[in-house]
């Protein structure tokens, strides 16, 4: 019996004017958790989606086989067959069915016809026991966090008979107790024998579980790492030799090979699989800037929000900030500390009830009762879920870069067609947005491509105070670096920068000068020079009636 359970070569798929993956070659051990690094664009997703059945047998060209046998699938009912069970970043639950309908949706236990609901509820409870989770087969998945959501996912794989269990971006958006109770299930799942294979842009997490790691760039195929070997010796496995059953390589379960420590060691990966993501170093992960900070343009003072159903509630309390032009301000604070909240109430009220408190734009105080006038009054909002708040990814990169200010491409109530593709590619290129043309669907860039086009909505409405909410959220580190040299010189422009980010080095990296966030209050106010990760941690979790003010 071969080593490898999973094997792709040459893959070359293509859409119109892009050619996605180009003879892209996949090795998998049997037993291992793999990896798949590489930039957003770069094809991750797409190889899986070839391999699932997502993109049939016939739309790509090269070969996959499994388990030793060539297979072709044509959906991924036929994947599924096999064994290959795939958890897409979108989580494809239905919130009101209960978790034992979402398990065994499309392979519901039933007799003639008529489903065993009784039979459903139990194997349902014994395959939640497997994965964690404590709660009812009958609660409705809708009622579930998005960790536990996760584990209903890979409870629906295990009901599949899972052998290859692919998830994709699994932590992305969970808090980090969460993530770390999915990477124990998944080492769990390794010991029972079931292979995974996992894409992530978090790289310590990956250092940390995976057996293997492919980086692909660009659609083709860089290396792939022994993660178990010296990271900064052990040479690249190239396509033929992470083939080859007789690789020179340590199998699952020997001990790493672990120079100066594993701190170290996973230190070193992970400026591997950076360079062969980018192809190149990234010592400094935050380009550098020299602030120049101008006048007040932003303060709010004695900001009070009160919750939407929850009217006894308070989720922002006496809340004072400003930024000035210049300057980059973050807000740091755990999640359900009311960051997003805060961001949200300001930008025309589009949260919560009972806001009271004081708006000043350069020193005046000023109304903002909705969307429209935080926009007149210089106002943008980069929201962090993009996909449900930032964009129409059922549109082109066109129209979604002018929707915020549609009058400026409609002066008499016509839209002037030639304008907005005019405005639309002076920020393709500006901004680097990677597309072939402003035509292209926005729902089929990458995320940090995505990210680029919200950017480019709002800075088309000339703000002067542009709130970020988690801008780098989902984004591979290239994208970053790029989205934190938009925003220095958005800052070197004279634009005041709000940014509220679940990174602490995110954060000390970017910011002039950060406000720490608990339970709706504001507990502290700090220079980037007297900030540091162990401090803002503390600012975060105290409790805000004893904390210093701002």
């Not at 030793?68 to 096999?82: C, L, T």
């Not at 499309?106 to 026991?129: C, D, K, P, T, Y």
């Not at 701190?263 to 400026?271: E, F, G, I, K, Y």
């Not at 970020?468 to 290239?478: C, F, K, Q, S, Y």
Request: one cysteine or more; a negative charge.
């Amino acid at each position: 019996m071969s080593d490898h359970i999973l094997e792709m070569r040459s893959i070359t798929k293509r859409f119109p004017g892009v050619v996605a993956l180009s003879e892209v070659t996949l090795s998998v051990r049997r037993g291992e958790i793999h990896a798949i690094c590489g930039e957003n664009g770069a094809g991750k997703s797409t190889l899986m989606k070839v391999l699932s059945g997502v993109h049939p047998s016939g739309s790509y060209e090269g070969e996959i086989h499994f388990d030793g046998d060539h297979v072709s699938f044509s959906s991924i009912n036929e994947s599924e067959a096999k064994g290959i069970v795939i958890i897409h970043q979108e989580l494809a639950l239905v919130p009101h069915l209960s978790v034992a309908e979402n398990i065994f949706l499309g392979n519901e236990q039933s007799v003639a016809g008529v489903i065993n609901w009784h039979e459903s509820n139990a194997r349902a409870a014994q395959l939640m026991r497997r994965v964690g989770l404590a709660e009812n087969p009958i609660t409705p998945v809708g009622h579930l966090g998005v960790g536990k959501q996760q584990l209903v996912e890979i409870a629906k794989a295990l009901s599949k008979n899972v052998r290859l269990l692919i998830l994709d971006e699994p932590t992305a958006a969970l808090n980090d107790d969460d993530s770390e109770h999915l990477l124990s299930l998944i080492r769990e799942l390794r010991e029972e024998g079931v292979t995974c294979i996992i894409i992530s842009h978090k790289l310590g997490e990956i250092a940390s579980i995976a057996d293997s790691t492919t980086v692909i760039r660009d659609g083709a195929t860089i290396e792939t790492i022994d993660m178990h070997a010296d990271a900064g010796t052990s040479p690249a496995v190239s396509p033929d030799a992470a083939t080859h059953p007789d690789a020179d390589r340590p199998h699952i379960g020997e001990a790493p090979v672990v120079v100066g420590g594993s701190q170290q060691h996973s230190a070193a990966l992970t400026r591997r699989i950076i360079r062969g993501m980018v192809g190149r170093d990234m010592a400094n992960m935050y380009p550098e800037r020299e602030a120049e900070i101008g006048e007040e343009v932003f303060r709010i003072q004695d900001w009070q929000v009160r919750h939407p159903t929850q009217p006894d509630r308070m989720v922002v309390r006496d809340a004072s900030l400003n930024v000035r032009a210049g300057e980059v301000v973050g807000i740091a604070g755990l999640m359900g500390a009311g960051r997003t909240e805060l961001a949200m109430s300001v930008f025309g009220r589009s949260y919560g009830r009972d806001i009271r408190g004081t708006v000043h734009m350069h020193g005046r105080p000023v109304k903002i009762r909705s969307v429209a006038e935080a926009i007149r009054h210089g106002i943008a909002y980069v929201s962090e879920d993009r996909k449900r708040y930032g964009l129409n990814l059922i549109q082109d990169i066109r129209h979604n870069i002018t929707a915020a200010a549609l009058n400026k491409v409609a002066p008499r109530g016509f839209i002037n067609t030639h304008e907005e593709i005019t405005v639309a590619e002076r920020y393709r290129e500006s901004l680097n947005i990677k597309a072939p043309t402003v035509m292209s669907l926005v729902g089929q860039l990458s995320g940090g491509n995505q990210q680029k086009v919200v950017l480019s909505r709002w800075l088309y409405t000339e703000p002067e105070l542009l709130i970020l909410d988690e801008p780098t959220r989902g984004i591979d580190v290239g994208a970053k670096y790029e989205i934190y040299s938009i925003i220095n010189q958005l800052a070197a422009s004279g634009k005041a920068i709000l940014m509220i980010s679940s990174e602490l080095p995110e954060v000390l990296g970017i910011c002039d000068r950060v406000y720490t966030l608990a339970e709706g209050r504001i507990t502290g106010e700090l220079s980037a020079a007297e900030a540091d990760q162990e401090r803002l941690m503390e600012l975060m979790t105290a409790e805000p009636e004893t904390a210093e003010g701002n």
